[in-house]
T-cell receptor, first 112, second 116 residues
Framework: AQSVSQHNHHVILSEAASLELGCNYS??????LFWYVQYPGQHLQLLLK??????LVKGIKGFEAEFIKSKFSFNLRKPSVQWSDTAEYFC??????????FGKGTMLLVSP | NAGVTQTPKFRVLKTGQSMTLLCAQD?????MYWYRQDPGMGLRLIHY???????AKGEVPDGYNVSRLKKQNFLLGLESAAPSQTSVYFC???????????????FGPGTRLTVT
């Protein structure tokens, strides 16, 4: 079965620090990849997505992710985080079925 | 567009009671999903539907039933609630791609359910 691994459960950064959140998946075929963000008390919102083409994907709020097929990875990055980026981040993978497989999430706390 | 809406937003049930959660979407999406979210567990798929009149089991279907009588609505039922079903429930919907896979999912605001 498809699985998604997010290595860091909790990350604490100071404002202006750079961010990289890891995401690895297990499926070897064609995949569609997503990062979602969940702000405290809210629902999941799409940050960015990859279906095909340029493996470096830019999303909203200055986030980007790079798809590295050989490493089965889709890591999320942001050069300079803000306090308002405090949230939980979920990686998700679609391997050709009608459902997504989500990672367990990474909680990011940005201190001012 | 309202997007994906869920009712109710909050509910407290006693063990053994039943209830139905309603999800509605106005984006003409083919696919709809019900998830539960528990601390440290991420999102777990309960049931999903790839079209009106069709439903399928997800990762954690036990204790839940669903129905999709209309394309825009997806109902989640708990016939006999248990404390283990205390959770936040999210509905989502998406378009279908030509190969049957899904585009990105759009999520509703969630229903916080407590079973005592």
């Amino acid at each position: 079965a498809q699985s998604v691994s997010q290595h860091n459960h909790h990350v604490i950064l100071s404002e202006a620090a750079s961010l990289e959140l890891g995401c690895n998946y297990s499926y070897g075929g064609t995949v569609n990849l997503f990062w979602y963000v969940q702000y405290p008390g809210q629902h999941l919102q799409l940050l960015l997505k990859y279906f095909s083409g340029d493996p470096l994907v830019k999303g909203i709020k200055g986030f980007e992710a790079e798809f590295i097929k050989s490493k089965f990875s889709f890591n999320l990055r942001k050069p300079s985080v803000q306090w308002s980026d405090t949230a939980e981040y979920f990686c998700a993978v679609n391997s050709g079925y009608s459902t997504l497989t989500f990672g367990k999430g990474t909680m990011l706390l940005v201190s001012p | 567009n309202a997007g994906v809406t869920q009712t109710p937003k909050f509910r407290v049930l006693k063990t053994g009671q039943s209830m139905t959660l309603l999800c509605a979407q106005d984006m003409n999406h083919e696919y709809m999903y019900w998830y539960r979210q528990d601390p440290g567990m991420g999102l777990r798929l309960i049931h999903y539907s790839v079209g009106e009149g069709t439903t399928a089991k997800g990762e954690v279907p036990d204790g839940y039933n669903v129905s999709r009588l209309k394309k825009q609505n997806f109902l989640l039922g708990l016939e006999s609630a248990a404390p283990s079903q205390t959770s936040v429930y999210f509905c989502a919907s998406s378009y279908s791609r030509k190969d049957g896979s899904s585009y990105e999912q759009y999520f509703g605001p969630g229903t916080r359910l407590t079973v005592t």
